[in-house]
């Protein structure tokens, strides 16, 4: 039974990322997320080069905390 090669190419999904200055506290990278198919976005320098990785899971855990709710979300009060 022979293998079928397939690339990167033909399963990637298209190129999205977030700059490091990106504000990702807003629904804004989640949006982007979930209409790309995704759960993590690269981060890129100005010239477009990788400098790191953003998940979702990062993304909420950073809204739920800075918005004072963690508490509520888990179902405890501080």
Excluded: N, Y
Excluded at 14 to 43: I, K, N, R, W, Y
Excluded at 61 to 76: K, L, M, N, P, Y
């Amino acid at each position: 039974m022979k293998t079928a090669t397939i690339t990167a190419g033909e399963v990637m999904t298209g190129f999205v990322a977030a700059e490091p200055s990106d504000t990702l506290d807003e629904t804004a990278a989640l949006m982007l997320m979930v209409e790309q198919g995704c759960h993590h976005l690269p981060v890129v320098d100005t010239d477009a080069r990788p400098i790191g990785v953003v998940g979702m899971r990062s993304v909420v855990s950073g809204t739920i905390e800075r918005s004072g709710v963690a508490g509520e979300v888990c179902g405890w009060a501080p």
